[in-house]
């Protein structure tokens, strides 16, 4: 079976209003088709690299071969699991959470994106919540990084909500222009003091060898 050799496939975290999960094949072409629909103000760029700049059919597909290359290049020294939100069943955004030699460094960083027409409802709060409660309560994490340019005020509103402090600021270059990446950090102290949203983890302790964790 699938789970015996991929024990990822059966990763499930659900919040009140939400399931975070992989998804099948024609879930991620949902996802594909959602991201080339649009996720942001197309004159704001909120990412590093530019990908939604490209034509939608290209959009679509990168998100589709991004999922596919996390979980093909995945060792449990440096991973990265991309996971599908879904809110009363629709695929809603992604959620992203990522580590290099976790075991040592306990650090995990974060990232996301929702379709335009989900924003505003609360979901980027919930979804990112969900990641840090496996992040903390899962995988033993101590501390976890977001960064958002000054000009994303949604996702630094996120952090301010779930705890995160000012951690400095990369100059970045974006779209030939100069762009201020506010860094923010999360300590587990921190977390504790700001967790609201309920989380249910299902199927992670055989997953754990694959974070580069024992196994319980």
Known sequence: MLLDRF????????????????????????????AAAGVHDPDVMPFLVPWTDAPPAE????????????????SPQDWRLNLTVFHEGTVV???????????????VSTGSWLGLEYHGQGIGTEMRAAVLHLAFAGLGAEE?????????????????????????????VVRDRLVIEQRQRLTRAGWERHRRVPVTIDGLEPCLPMFGLPAQ
């Open 7 to 34: 024990p990822l496939a059966g990763l499930r975290l659900t919040t009140p209003r939400l399931e975070l999960r992989l998804p099948s094949n024609e879930e991620l072409a949902e996802l594909g088709e959602l």
């Open 59 to 74: 959009v679509a597909r990168s998100v589709i071969q991004y999922l596919w290359s996390g979980l093909g290049e995945w």
């Open 93 to 107: 955004g992604t959620q992203g959470i990522e580590a290099r030699d976790l075991a040592i460094t306990r650090e």
């Open 144 to 172: 976890a990084v977001s960064g958002a340019f000054e000009h994303n005020a949604a996702s630094l509103a996120v952090s301010r909500k779930l705890g995160y402090q000012p951690d400095g600021v990369n100059r970045r």
